[in-house]
């Protein structure tokens, strides 16, 4: 049973009806993240400090929508290892601890030492060279199994790209992105 004093147990999102959309409360969201993280920073033993804040957008104002946890600390790397399996792990967990809806999991993320960052720009760079590979080649080329999050990014990365379509096969966590080279007629 939730306890209404301080809110655990609610879900930190409402969903529009009407719409059908999903919102984020982002004090409620917050408020429970920082009651997983003490726990699990805690019974994990590791060196690590996070903060978890509102990104500004890129006029500099506040994004009323995202949060995001960045940790730093002694056990940053351990964070990291294996492709930041742990990180992305407690994010994982951090969406059910908060009973996150789907379409919002894009809304919470965790980051350490400007991972996130640097993986966006490796999946760019990897989309064009794979790309550029199928046009010269003519080619299929397939990536490694990723998350949906990945797959979506180098989608986008490649929605324009002159010669190349992409998509998306397999099933659960052996689903990897496809780039097939465009037919002309």
Known sequence: MPDER????????????????????????????????????????LEIAYEISTPATVDGTADDKDVLVAFQGADQDFLLEHNAELLLALEHVGHRWLHLDPRLHDRVRFDCGEYRAQRLEELKLSARVAAQRVRETGQVFRFNPMSPRERRLIHLE?????GVRTMSEGVGDRRQLVVYPVVKK
């Open 6 to 45: 301080t809110g655990a147990g609610k879900r930190p999102f409402t969903r529009d009806h009407a719409q059908g959309d999903a919102r984020l409360d982002r004090e409620r969201a917050i408020a429970e993240l920082q009651r997983y993280l003490d726990l699990a920073v805690r019974e994990m033993g």
């Open 158 to 162: 490649l929605s324009g790209a002159q």
